[in-house]
């Protein structure tokens, strides 16, 4: 059974590059959340999809964000014209939602530094 | 508005020690849940245990025991007989699945855990 799978694992990326992010969530999981964690702090929500549709999205998530789902499988998170700012890890988890509720399961994260 | 506090930034016992990590939280949704992660050196949080807010008995998984009680809005941890390999920072985290988070998660800041030999 292979879990939530994040790729790169690390990307250094100079300021105003643009950067992309892919998820591979657990086959079965029909929701998909992007999540932003900065050091010393807890992960921060940015974003979700159930199945293809992206439902919600933080404040956090600027302009300069953007997300897919296409076909509700693999999601990827693009950043824009980054910024020393968006240096972070972006976590990914997925899980199913149902009527008894949902458990998150993480991916190892991306970490992205912008120079 | 929904939050969760983790008032421990730090704590360092010596392994065989029992450890308590607090996690307190605030809510207006009477349907929610609550959930312990582990974040080892390694960056991958990993689930250790989801509580819904209809029930209130207390879990034991090993040397691991989780105490929620509504009435204090707490839902602390204990890690029994301590080990090196317990070392990580543990987060806390509510999810409001009809609330206006509707299902992702709020975490707390998280506690470092460091179990020396």
């Known amino acids: 059974d292979t879990g939530v799978s994040q790729n790169p694992r690390h990307k250094i990326t100079k300021r105003g590059q643009n950067v992309t992010f892919r998820c591979d969530p657990i086959?079965?999981?029909?929701?998909l959340y992007w999540y932003r964690q900065t050091l010393g702090q807890g992960p921060e929500f940015l974003t979700y999809?159930?199945?293809?549709?992206?439902?919600?999205k933080s404040r956090l998530l600027s302009d300069r964000f953007s997300a897919e789902r296409p076909k509700g499988s693999f999601s990827t998170l693009e950043i824009q014209r980054t910024e020393q700012g968006d240096s972070a890890m972006y976590l990914c988890?997925?899980?199913?939602?149902?009527?008894?509720?949902?458990?998150?399961?993480f991916g190892p994260g991306t970490r992205l530094l912008v120079l | 508005a929904q939050k969760v506090t983790q008032a421990q930034t730090e704590i360092s016992v010596v392994e065989k020690e029992d450890v308590t990590l607090d996690c307190v939280y605030e809510?207006?949704?009477?349907?929610?849940?609550l959930f312990w992660y582990k974040q080892p050196p390694s960056g991958e949080l990993v689930f250790l245990i989801r509580?819904?807010?209809?029930?209130?008995q207390n879990e034991i998984s090993g040397r691991y025991s989780w105490n929620f009680q509504k009435s204090t809005s707490s839902f602390n941890f204990t890690i029994t007989a301590s080990q090196v390999v317990d070392s990580a920072v543990y987060f806390c985290?509510?999810?409001?699945?009809?609330?206006?988070?509707?299902?992702?998660?709020?975490f707390g800041k998280g506690t470092k855990l460091s179990v020396k030999p």
């Open positions: 509580r819904n807010s209809f029930d209130e």
């Open positions: 809510t207006r949704d009477t349907t929610y849940y």
């Open positions: 086959s079965e999981h029909n929701r």
């Open positions: 988890a997925s899980s199913f939602s149902s009527r008894g509720g949902e458990t998150q399961y």
């Open positions: 985290a509510l999810s409001e699945p009809y609330g206006g988070s509707q299902g992702n998660l709020i």
């Open positions: 999809f159930q199945n293809e549709a992206q439902l919600e």
